[in-house]
């Protein structure tokens, strides 16, 4: 029976008030979400715009903006600051992303055995994720590393020399990546859920063929938990690729750049030489260079990400 046969046999005044129920209860929805589209627009695209608009000026947040084309892009291959950023960039985010991933696997893998206490465990190991971008934590994690602060008093106690951890720039990036790592508890939760969810049955047909634990983890868990980890994979990456915080509070880019990140290259150009077209420039190819990682990220995972319904057919 089509709709049209329905109408017919509704009553006029019944079909017009249907309709406009129907009608009153989109326009309902649409209120609904009017805030989020609001603050969406307002917040989020017209910044996106803006900045766009503003990286082919010479903006100045002081004057009005001149059209400059694109050399505020071109500028960028003669600036040896960008480029030092940008390197400190890659290699920031080449350290922390791993090891992120790495410990809270382990650590997940850890609090998914059934051992007395497990939940307190948890508790405790998830309370940094919380912590973490808070000030006051960036400014003791500063006094921690300094050079009369705790890790070097530990360090003294096994008699070894105190280490300079702002005072050369490998060190001093590596105290950045640790409080980010430190930090695992968000993704250290995804994985456990992921864990959590693994056919059983799996590991103990592994475990009758005489399966040892180490390929178990190998040629069962990794490939299983695949698309866990390609999730947090690019989270973290792009994540990494606008820190700002950590080494504005802690290290304030030294020493000698070495912690000096893109993103607080382009805020000091913005209020701090007041270049908002450079900084906006800037911007942009700091979000390419995040989509291209992106985009490459999903283009091979194909070769190491494997779904549990892949070659499935419909029956």
């Known amino acids: 029976m089509t709709n049209a046969t329905v109408e017919k046999q509704l009553s006029p005044a019944k079909v017009k008030k249907d309709h406009y129920a129907l009608g009153e209860s989109k326009y309902l929805g649409?209120?609904?979400?009017?805030?989020?589209?609001?603050?969406?627009?307002?917040?989020?695209l017209y910044?996106?715009?803006?900045?766009?608009?503003?990286?082919?000026?010479?903006?100045n947040l002081i004057t009005a903006p001149g059209f400059v084309g694109i050399e505020n892009y071109t500028s960028m291959f003669s600036d040896d600051t960008f480029k030092t950023s940008l390197t400190v960039t890659f290699e920031y985010?080449?350290?922390?992303?791993?090891?992120?991933?790495?410990?809270?696997?382990?650590?997940?893998?850890?609090l998914n055995m059934k051992l007395k206490g497990i939940n307190f465990f948890r508790t405790t190991f998830y309370i940094p994720?919380?912590?973490?971008?808070?000030?006051?934590?960036?400014?003791?994690?500063?006094?921690?590393?300094?050079?009369d602060g705790l890790i070097n008093q530990v360090i003294g106690l096994?008699?070894?020399?105190?280490?300079?951890?702002?005072?050369?720039?490998?060190?001093?990036?590596?105290?950045i990546v640790l409080l980010r790592v430190w930090e695992f508890g968000s993704t250290m939760i995804i994985?456990?859920?992921?864990?959590?969810?693994?056919?059983?049955?799996?590991?103990?047909?592994?475990?009758?063929?005489?399966?040892?634990?180490?390929?178990?983890?190998?040629?069962?868990?990794?490939?299983l938990l695949s698309?866990?980890?390609?999730?947090?994979?690019?989270?973290?990456?792009?994540?990494?690729?606008?820190?700002?915080?950590?080494?504005?509070?802690?290290?304030?880019?030294?020493?000698?750049?070495?912690?000096?990140?893109?993103?607080?290259?382009?805020?000091?150009?913005?209020?701090?030489?007041?270049?908002m077209g450079y900084a906006s420039a800037m911007s942009w190819i700091l979000f390419i260079i995040i989509m291209i990682f992106t985009a490459l990220t999903f283009k091979y995972s194909k070769y190491w990400v494997f779904y549990s319904d892949e070659g499935q057919g419909d029956n």
Do not use: H
């Open 158 to 175: 096994f008699g070894a020399q105190p280490v300079s951890w702002f005072g050369e720039q490998f060190p001093a990036l590596m105290t």
């Open 30 to 44: 649409l209120l609904y979400i009017a805030p989020w589209i609001l603050g969406f627009l307002v917040f989020t």
């Open 227 to 275: 698309p866990t980890i390609f999730f947090n994979f690019v989270m973290q990456l792009i994540s990494a690729f606008q820190e700002f915080n950590a080494p504005y509070l802690i290290t304030k880019g030294g020493p000698e750049n070495g912690t000096y990140l893109l993103p607080m290259y382009i805020y000091d150009m913005t209020f701090g030489q007041y270049k």
């Open 129 to 147: 994720s919380i912590l973490g971008s808070n000030v006051a934590i960036a400014v003791l994690w500063k006094f921690i590393f300094q050079s």
């Open 47 to 59: 910044p996106i715009v803006a900045s766009l608009v503003l990286s082919f000026t010479d903006c």
């Open 93 to 110: 985010v080449l350290l922390e992303v791993p090891l992120k991933i790495i410990i809270s696997l382990m650590v997940a893998m850890i």
């Open 191 to 223: 994985f456990l859920a992921a864990l959590k969810s693994l056919p059983q049955d799996v590991y103990e047909a592994a475990a009758v063929d005489g399966c040892t634990k180490v390929k178990r983890f190998f040629k069962i868990t990794i490939p």
